[in-house]
């Protein structure tokens, strides 16, 4: 598969024949000064065109014969002494199968060799390391080339996503069904994280929240260090990694198994605006339109339960949604659970509240992966300026609000693929 990766990269070369791809992949990252290792996880544009999942390789690609070379680092003894076994350059070509396979060393040489035109590489650090050796380099087309195909999955892909998707499903239901007051957000996260391990998923695409009660309105909470209580949310936004392929889902559950009625409420108007945009999903479609309706959908359901007040129209031209739903509504996913693509060279992001923060403006296509993630939360760092701001707080229902300011706040996140008819959920956590 990723021999047709790099034909489907240097197919958008075909003016520059003479010229070659560079990417230097991954090294082993310290924690700040001390010998602490974190795991080794390939960057993924290198993962992307080699297959290769260990650290200090390096690649070529010749954009006219679509020759692969393959720079594999030189090992010595103490390296076999602290972290394991030396492979032969024979062993490496056996397993990655380059078309030549060369010691890093060798870099210099075999680019005199190839005299290209231009080196277009990743970025500038990798540009530097190239005109040092005496050749033109590019770092401005190869990422854009890269996220251009990216963005398409191929069925191989696809079929890694779902695999992803299948154990972050099954690790979220097992937290559904373990979930219970006393508990605390660092047991849940040993619990989820227990499961993909189990599965042979090793590594995470993200940190992971595990948020009860109001940290639940803290988009990206970190800290697990809260007790579940009887009658709070508790929010598990979670994923898994397989073949370096991400899922990203988010559920939010009742601790104790019963919602309050305002909890409810909150929950089912998400739950809407979420079915909606799946339903909505298919080829043509654009991102902004699923989100600015998912925006609508939150809107009228926080009018209907009497927590805003006015027309629904004046409320989405005055941006009230924004202060209950201030991110976007989904983001493309592969390699990376935040993937490339979502901004096609020379289009802008849309400089509007609750619209800036849309991690993809595109039309969708098929082959394509996503997330829908609507969310509606009490904020009080967003709701207490708008209180106090008379534009916005003739459109809220104040009082009201400011009971609710601890209650935290609803997210629903699944996995989709677009399809020739529309979508297809890898998801299967209950809703």
């Known amino acids: 598969m990723h021999h047709l990766h790099r034909q489907k990269l240097t197919s958008l070369f075909s003016e520059h024949k003479n010229s070659v791809a560079y990417i230097s992949g991954g090294t082993v990252l310290g924690r700040y000064d001390t010998d602490f290792e974190y795991p080794f996880r390939q960057e993924s544009n290198f993962l992307y065109l080699s297959g290769v999942q260990e650290p200090d390789f390096q690649l070529l690609i010749h954009i006219?014969?679509?020759?692969?070379?393959?720079?594999?680092?030189?090992?010595?003894?103490?390296y076999a002494v602290w972290a394991g076994f030396i492979k032969t350059p024979e062993e490496y070509k056996a397993q990655y199968k380059p078309d030549f396979i060369h010691y890093d060393e060798d870099l210099p040489s075999v680019l005199q060799k190839m005299k290209p035109e231009t080196v277009f590489c990743l970025n500038q650090d990798q540009a530097k390391t190239i005109r040092k050796e005496g050749h033109k380099a590019d770092d401005n087309l190869l990422k854009d080339a890269l996220a251009y195909c990216r963005i398409i999955k191929t069925e191989w892909e696809l079929d890694q996503l779902r695999k992803a998707s299948e154990v972050a499903s099954k690790a979220h239901t097992q937290i559904l069904e373990k979930l219970k007051p006393g508990m605390m957000e660092y047991e849940v996260k040993a619990l989820y994280e227990y499961v993909t391990t189990s599965e042979g998923l090793i590594h995470h695409p993200y940190n992971?929240?595990?948020?009860?009660?109001?940290?639940?309105?803290?988009?990206?909470?970190?800290?697990?260090?809260?007790?579940?209580?009887?009658?709070?949310?508790?929010?598990?936004?979670?994923?898994?990694?397989?073949?370096?392929?991400?899922?990203?889902?988010?559920?939010?559950?009742?601790?104790?198994?019963?919602?309050?009625?305002?909890?409810?409420?909150?929950?089912?108007?998400?739950?809407?605006?979420?079915?909606?945009?799946?339903?909505?999903?298919?080829?043509?479609?654009?991102?902004?339109?699923?989100?600015?309706?998912?925006?609508?959908?939150?809107?009228q359901g926080l009018v209907d339960i009497n927590l805003l007040r006015g027309g629904v129209d004046e409320?989405?031209?005055?941006?009230?949604?924004?202060?209950?739903?201030?991110?976007?509504?989904?983001?493309?996913?592969?390699?990376?659970?935040?993937?490339?693509?979502?901004y096609p060279k020379g289009v802008k992001k849309i400089e509007r509240p609750g619209v800036k923060y849309l991690r993809a403006r595109i039309t969708l296509e098929p082959g394509m992966v996503l997330t829908i993630e609507p969310g509606l939360y009490m904020i009080p760092a967003l709701l207490k300026p708008a209180f106090e701001d008379p534009e916005q707080a003739k459109y809220l229902n104040t009082s009201r609000l400011k009971e609710l300011l601890h209650l935290g706040g609803v997210r629903i996140e699944d996995n989709v693929i677009v399809t020739e008819k529309g979508m297809e959920n890898m998801t299967t956590v209950p809703k």
């Not at 998400?270 to 609508?296: E, F, S, Y």
């Open 64 to 78: 006219n014969s679509g020759d692969y070379h393959l720079f594999i680092p030189k090992r010595d003894a103490r």
């Open 315 to 342: 409320l989405m031209d005055k941006n009230i949604f924004s202060l209950f739903f201030p991110h976007g509504l989904g983001h493309l996913m592969g390699l990376d659970t935040h993937d490339v693509g979502g």
């Open 208 to 299: 992971g929240i595990y948020a009860t009660g109001k940290s639940s309105a803290v988009l990206h909470y970190v800290d697990n260090h809260q007790k579940l209580n009887d009658g709070d949310y508790f929010l598990i936004d979670a994923g898994a990694e397989y073949n370096g392929y991400a899922a990203d889902i988010t559920r939010t559950h009742p601790v104790g198994g019963s919602f309050k009625p305002i909890q409810r409420d909150l929950y089912h108007i998400t739950l809407r605006a979420q079915n909606n945009a799946l339903k909505a999903i298919g080829p043509g479609v654009k991102m902004v339109d699923l989100h600015m309706n998912a925006c609508r959908d939150i809107t």
